[in-house]
Structure formats: C-alpha cells, structure tokens
C-alpha cells in the first residue's frame, strides 16, 4: 500500500465526523481551475467530443498549446507532433519514460529522501534501484561525489527539481552538472518538473533551452499548477526515437489522457498569471510555515526552494509513524513520515504548506507552533 493511504485515510475519517484536521500530507492544492477556464469549458461540455479516445499522445491542439506555452513561457521550443506527449498525470509519464530507456536488471539512480512512486515503478519494472542519500544541512544538498561515482553504468537517473519531498531546487551549475555527467556516460535523465512553476530560489533553466539533448526526458503534472489532479493529466518531452517508444507503452497501459480533461487544459493555459499567482501564494505559506516550525520544540526546519514541502527533522530516537499520530491527535496536524521517502527520511516528517486554504492558514500556524516534542 502506499505510504501515504493511511494518514490520508485518517484525514478523511476525521472529517467526515466533522472534526478539525488541518492536513500538510499529501500535496493536494487549496485552490480549483481557474474560474474563467471552467467557465468555457462547461459551455462547450455539450457540444464538444468529450465522449470519445483522443489520439494516443493526445489531442494535437493541446499538444500545440502546451508546446506555445513552453515556447513563449520557457524559451523550450518543441514539435508538438513528434516531441511531446500528454499522459494520465506525471506518474504514468514517468512509467512511460523508464520503460522507454531502461531495460530489465539494469541500474537507476535516484537521489534519496526520494519520492516513494518513481521507486515502486523501478521495483516493479525489475530494475534495480541505486540510491544515493542526499546531504543534510540546514536543506538537502546534492551529494556530487557519489554522484559522480555512481553514474558510469547506469542506464538512467531520476531528478525531482523542485524536490518531492525535499523542496530542494537546483542552480543552473548544478543542472548543467547533472547533465553534463548523465550525457557523458550515455545514461538517461529523466527530470520530474512537476513542481516547476514553483520554484522560488532555485535556477528555473532547463537544458532544451539550448539545444535538445537526446538523453534528457522531462515529465510534468497539471496537478499543482492548475488544480487538476482528479483530472488525471500530465506530459512527457523528449527526443522523436525516445517518444516512439514510450508511446507504445502509454497505448498499451492506458490508450490516451481523458480528452475532456486536455479540453480543460487549453483553457487553462489562456492564464499564464493564474499560475503565477498561486506561486506567490504558495511561497507565502512556505514563508509562514518556517516562522511557525522555528516557534516549536523539537520540529527542525529544512529550507526548501521550491515544491510544496519541507522533510524537517524531529529529534533523534524518535519513531516518525508514531510522531505523526502524536500530531494529528494532538495538534490536527496531518503529515507524512519521513520513513515513506527511504532510509534517509527515516527521523523526519513531511509537510505540505502548499494546501491549507485561507481559512486554515492562520489556526494551522498556530497549531504547528504550539507542536512541542520531548526527546
């Protein structure tokens, strides 16, 4: 089961009995679509092809207005006919992705706290997975030595830039690094970007910016930026020869992405400053979440740089399950225990400030800062 079920079960036992939780777990935004796009969507509910299969990498307009997207927002310019896909969310892309340049008893690495999907999709491809535990400081820092180390022979790495769940977002050197050693060694990156339009302290370039590098694929989620999670909807780019191949894998798992929800996001995408909106929001509650943990006992603050979360540390000895049953009974808090994200997370909790609504912000704070744990 995933790691996160029986908190988020909980959250949802609670309020159904209309008890107060306020849940920093899973990264579930506050805020819906954009109220103008939902509007001309709903006009057209009637009347459009909502009914029916899309083709397999999507409906060629959405794939254009997402490719437009990327060219004026990003400067990334892609064919949308041959270089981007749509998917069912970021986790059936980042299936895609593997599948497409892994192959069975070969090597991945992934960079540890990781995000526990990518890794049931390593285990469950019959790949085998290398993690590499990051470098824990006042944030997580990339550990290049073992970087370095381990990317001879491996045929992919993962990168989550911003972080999930460590928040930690990466300079440009350090992208041009990565990328740098992944194309020398002939292996694969494959850069989850979900969390993109989050990122407030970290280099938001991207490689394709210069030239396309064809051992670099990228992944992304509408979940966060535009609220669409139920929705089920995502991309994945890369170069023509590495998209054939992960078309065959989209086909064969789930034909196409929802086509009503690829006619939401070409709405969606006519606001641009929506996003950008909900990004300074987003930052806000980061910059609350940090006064409020820096006035508990016990709970260590990790800066993030961007994303929806911090894995902060609590005190040594400490079983990070039972701390977080400590908090949603005690406080209403809801969180993740570091335990889900491997051996490094173990000794940590996850939180979320990217999912308190307006009317749970202020009571949340004061919950959070009034947490006090004994050692």
């Not at 001879?152 to 930690?168: D, E, I, Y």
């Not at 991207?206 to 930026?225: A, C, D, I």
């Not at 509650?285 to 508990?296: E, F, G, Q, V």
Request: glycine content about 8%; proline content about 7%; hydrophobic content about 40%.
């Amino acid at each position: 089961m995933p790691p996160i079920h029986p908190i988020m079960n909980r959250v949802r036992e609670m309020r159904a009995r209309g008890e107060t939780v306020y849940s920093m777990a899973q990264a579930v935004p506050w805020y819906g679509p954009p109220e103008e796009a939902m509007k001309e969507f709903m006009a057209e509910f009637e009347t459009a092809g909502f009914n029916f299969y899309s083709p397999d990498p999507g409906l060629l307009s959405a794939r254009t207005a997402l490719t437009d997207d990327f060219r004026n927002r990003r400067s990334i310019d892609l064919d949308p006919g041959s270089e981007l896909h749509l998917t069912c969310g970021a986790s059936q892309a980042f299936v895609s992705a593997l599948m497409s340049v892994a192959d069975q008893g070969e090597r991945v690495v992934v960079l540890e706290p990781y995000y526990f999907d990518h890794v049931f999709a390593v285990q469950f491809s019959g790949l085998e997975l290398d993690s590499i535990p990051m470098t824990e400081g006042e944030s997580w820092q990339v550990p290049w030595n073992e970087v370095e180390k381990r990317i001879p022979g491996a045929a992919a790495m993962v990168l989550v830039n911003p972080g999930n769940p460590t928040g930690t977002a990466l300079s440009r050197e350090e992208l041009r690094k990565i990328v740098k050693i992944t194309g020398e060694h002939r292996c694969a990156l494959i850069v989850d970007e979900t969390y993109q339009q989050f990122n407030f302290t970290g280099s938001t370039w991207h490689p394709w910016e210069e030239k396309q590098y064809s051992h670099v694929l990228t992944l992304g989620s509408f979940s966060k930026s535009y609220s669409l999670s139920g929705w089920r909807l995502g991309y994945l780019f890369g170069s023509e020869n590495i998209l054939t191949e992960a078309l065959k894998v989209q086909d064969s798992v789930v034909i196409c992405p929802p086509t009503p929800s690829q006619i939401l996001l070409e709405k969606c995408l006519q606001y641009p400053e929506w996003v950008n909106e909900r990004s300074r929001e987003v930052e806000k509650r980061l910059n609350l979440c940090r006064k409020a943990m820096m006035k508990s006992q016990g709970l260590q603050w990790r800066e993030p740089g961007g994303g929806f979360f911090t894995l902060a540390g609590i005190p040594e000895g400490i079983n990070s399950y039972k701390l977080a049953e400590k908090l949603i009974d005690e406080f209403a808090i809801a969180t993740i225990p570091g335990d889900a994200f491997g051996e490094s997370g173990r000794g940590h909790l996850r939180f979320s400030f990217g999912c308190l609504s307006e009317e749970q912000l202020e009571p949340a704070m004061e919950a959070l800062a009034s947490v006090v744990i004994a050692p």
